[in-house]
T-cell receptor, first 112, second 116 residues
C-alpha cells in the first residue's frame, strides 16, 4: 500500500528563519503530489501541487516544493517564515487509485 | 461561491449509537471524499463518491458507510460507535474524480465527533 512519511513531527523556528519540511512516499509509479496547510481553527487548504513538468513548484504565500523522483521526495521550503505560517502541514500523494494518502503532518511553530 | 459545508459541526454520542454526518459540496462539484482525522492516525481516507456511486473505499470496517445524492450532497454513517471513532471527519469536494492542474479538492471545516 502507498505510504507517505513526514519525518519532522514538530518544528520550531524563529521569524525569518528558512524552512524545509521533508516528505517521502513509497509508490514507484506516476504520482501527483500535494502540500496542504491547516491553520489553527481553519480548513485544510492547498499550498501547492505537482503533476508534471518543472520539478520545482511554487505555491501560495511564498512556499515552494521540489520533486526529486529518484529520492521519492517532495520537500516543502520557504526562505523566510513568518509568525503567520504557524500551522500544521500535510504532504499528500494521489496514486495509484486516486485516493489521497496523507503523511502524518508537521506542526510548525514560528516564534515572533 | 460558497465553500464545502458540513453539518453538524460538533456531535457527542455514546458507544453503541449510530451517527449520520452531512456534506454539501461546492456548487458544480460532483466528487465528494471523506477523511477521518485523529491525533494518532492523522488523516485517513474513508471513501469517495462520484455520480452517486462509491468509487473508492479506504481501510475502514463496514460500520462506516456513506452515500451520495443526485445533487452531489453526501452523507456518511457510522453505526455501533466505538470510543476510537472520536475524530474530526472531513469532507472534500472536487469537480471531477481525478485532481488535475485545473481541479483540486476543497475541504470543509469538518464535523468533530466525540464518542463517550
Amino acid at each position: 500500500a502507498q505510504s507517505v512519511s513526514q519525518h519532522n513531527h514538530h518544528v520550531i523556528l524563529s521569524e525569518a528563519a528558512s524552512l524545509e519540511l521533508g516528505c517521502n512516499y513509497s509508490y514507484g509509479g506516476t504520482v501527483n503530489l500535494f502540500w496542504y496547510v491547516q491553520y489553527p481553527g481553519q480548513h485544510l487548504q492547498l499550498l501547492l501541487k505537482y503533476f508534471s513538468g518543472d520539478p520545482l513548484v511554487k505555491g501560495i504565500k511564498g512556499f515552494e516544493a521540489e520533486f526529486i523522483k529518484s529520492k521519492f521526495s517532495f520537500n516543502l521550503r520557504k526562505p523566510s517564515v513568518q509568525w503567520s505560517d504557524t500551522a500544521e502541514y500535510f504532504c499528500a500523494v494521489n496514486a495509484p487509485d486516486n485516493m489521497l494518502t496523507f503523511g502524518g503532518g508537521t506542526r510548525l511553530m514560528v516564534k515572533p | 461561491k460558497a465553500g464545502v459545508t458540513q453539518t453538524p459541526r460538533y456531535l457527542i454520542k455514546t458507544r453503541g449509537q449510530q451517527v449520520t454526518l452531512s456534506c454539501s459540496p461546492i456548487s458544480g462539484h460532483r466528487s465528494v471524499s471523506w477523511y477521518q482525522q485523529t491525533p494518532g492516525q492523522g488523516l485517513q481516507f474513508l471513501f469517495e463518491y462520484f455520480s452517486e456511486t462509491q468509487r473508492n473505499k479506504g481501510n475502514f470496517p463496514g460500520r462506516f458507510s456513506g452515500r451520495q445524492f443526485s445533487n452531489s450532497r453526501s452523507e456518511m454513517n457510522v453505526s455501533t460507535l466505538e470510543l476510537g471513532d472520536s475524530a474530526l471527519y472531513l469532507c472534500a469536494s472536487s469537480l471531477g474524480r481525478r485532481p488535475s492542474v485545473e481541479d483540486e479538492q476543497f475541504f470543509g471545516p469538518g464535523t468533530r465527533l466525540t464518542v463517550l
